[in-house]
């Protein structure tokens, strides 16, 4: 089987650099807003690195609480799946299948995350948020437009 070849663009061009990428998101709608075809242009992120910021220290009552709490909820999620398709008995309620849910998964949930707390125990003790940023933002465009979008751009950047 062939499948035809995207169509082939022209040589693509940097017609901006900015420090953040907010600033590539704002020329962007700049450009939209003024009527350039925004289906040509790249943001390119260049010397990626990953940031991991420390948020705290693990507890492990927090930790076993947010499974306790997922699992209730995927229980109740599962028991009113079943009560509105009518997969359970029809005598029994939409609710008594959301509570024995809620039931279950709490408790499936406590299991879970006692587990792997367990597991985990001493080789990551603290909680965090992780994010890929870049040193520098380039905004890249189709050659054919790139003349057009540094023009467009120069007021604003």
């Known amino acids: 089987m062939h499948l035809p070849l995207a169509p082939q663009r022209a040589e693509r061009q940097v017609i901006a650099t900015f420090d953040e990428y907010t600033a590539a ?20 992120g260049h010397d990626l690195r990953l ?4 948020t705290g220290r693990l507890r492990y009552g927090a930790a076993v609480g947010r499974g306790v709490v997922a699992g209730a909820l995927f229980g109740v999620l599962v028991g009113v799946t079943f009560g509105a398709l009518g997969l359970a008995d029809p005598l029994v309620s939409a609710w008594a ?6 039931l279950i998964g709490g408790v499936a949930g406590l299991v879970v995350s006692c587990v792997a707390c367990w597991l985990a125990e001493g080789k990551r003790d603290f909680t965090s948020d992780s994010r890929v940023e870049a040193r520098v ?21």
């Open 25 to 44: 998101e704002q020329a962007v709608d700049s450009l939209a807003a003024r009527g350039f075809p925004v289906a040509s242009l790249c943001i390119t």
């Open 51 to 54: 940031v991991e910021q420390v």
């Open 97 to 102: 299948l959301a509570l024995w849910g809620a």
């Open 137 to 157: 933002y380039e905004l890249v465009c189709d050659g054919v437009h790139a003349d057009e979008g540094r023009r467009v751009l120069a007021p604003v950047v």
